[in-house]
């Protein structure tokens, strides 16, 4: 590092200093928000907490804290999201380890818990003894969020990837529900048996061609594994639907999350197959989870 930058980071003498000058320079490359950012990546880069860092602002910081600083400030410029660089990432307000063959988990998802939960609500209540899973768990944020909101439920998630299944594992038994949350390697829903009460996935449904596309940070951070759905984007739920009336019980639901033009699609599919589906919109107001029961109308919610 040389130049103005250099010069920046070696006038940052206190702590709160070396966070402007980290935000500063997050905001020049037009990442947005470069404030909380900036926090996040220097509490990390020096071991502190966010207490810390505000407690300890007109603390002097040495060459070294800054050279630690300036590294992660320049990988987020290049494009790795805090997440990657944390190796974590919060989801339904618990602390999710990420791993390369895990994706990394978005608010946009906490729509498939809330209508998931809303269902469970509505009818056998979350202290009941429920049996879930989840398709494609990755790093297993649906599947924790859920069982640390259903005290008695148990679920078993399943990914293709080894790497997965055991970051899952990891995560299950960080948020405090390994003993009732099991992962196991397979393709979809190929190594299941028995019948669930609930079914849930959030599949890869970007269509190949839209690939190229998508954002720096998702193209080049999330595996693609996790992200292609085929060439309409249907690939996943064409597998998975037809598979569902042996997997539910038979008051069963399952919940799947799309993207915001599929939920038609989604419907025929699932039509086809004696299967009526209600959708749920995320907060921007965006079709974001079908929900899919045997041969009843369901209302959307």
Known sequence: MSGPEADAYAAAATLGALRRVAARRLAEAGIVPAALDARLLVA????????ELVAEEWRPVGIAEREKVATVVARRVAGAPVGRILGRREFWGLDFGLGPDTLEPRPDTETLVEAALARIDSGPGRTAPLRLADLGTGSGAILVALLSELPDAIGLGVDRSEG????????ARRNGVG????????DWTEALGGSFDYILSNPPYIRSDEIAALPREVREHDPAAALDGGSDGFAPYRRIIPTLDRLLAPEGVAFFEIGADQAEGLRRIAGGLGFTAAVRRDLAGHDRVVVLQRGRNLAAD
């Open 44 to 51: 990390e880069a020096l071991g502190l907490s966010a207490t």
């Open 179 to 186: 003993s009732r949350a099991f992962f196991i390697c397979g």
């Open 164 to 171: 997965a299944a055991r970051i899952a594992a990891a995560n």
